[in-house]
Nanobody, 124 residues
Framework: QVQLVESGGGLVQAGGSLRLSCAAS????????MGWFRQAPGKERELIAA????????YYAESVKGRFTISRDNTKNTVYLQMNSLKPEDTAVYYC?????????????????WGQGTQVTVSS
């Protein structure tokens, strides 16, 4: 069982930055594809960034492309989401997720492990 613990959420003004971190409990972290989903009130959960287990391929939703960067450090069992130029519409609960498949997917039901979520609030 892989446990994922997110940190780094909070309140920030529009235009500001935050970095989310997600630490995994397993030494098998390097075998997992990782993703960040977010869910705003009244909206569906959406994949906003993902990274293959090797880190060789990345995915970004159009809404965050050019502003967010996903990365991973397999020596620290941690995946990061650097969020710049934040907008009020980025306000949501952000979830770290992992799947044993080496590639990512936009289907949230295909992910095996989830963090508890961290709130990101962007004020205008």
């Amino acid at each position: 069982q892989v446990q994922l613990v997110e940190s780094g959420g909070g309140l920030v003004q529009a235009g500001g930055s935050l970095r989310l971190s997600c630490a995994a409990s397993e030494r098998t972290f390097s075998s997992l594809a990782m993703g960040w989903f977010r869910q705003a009130p009244g909206k569906e959960r959406e994949l906003i960034a993902a990274i293959t287990r090797s880190g060789g391929r990345l995915y970004y939703a159009e809404s965050v492309k050019g502003r967010f960067t996903i990365s991973r450090d397999n020596t620290k069992n941690t995946v990061y989401l650097q969020m710049n130029s934040l907008k009020p519409e980025d306000t949501a609960v952000y979830y770290c997720t992992a799947r044993t498949n080496p590639n990512y997917s936009s289907d949230y039901s295909s992910y095996d492990y989830w963090g508890q979520g961290t709130q990101v609030t962007v004020s205008s």
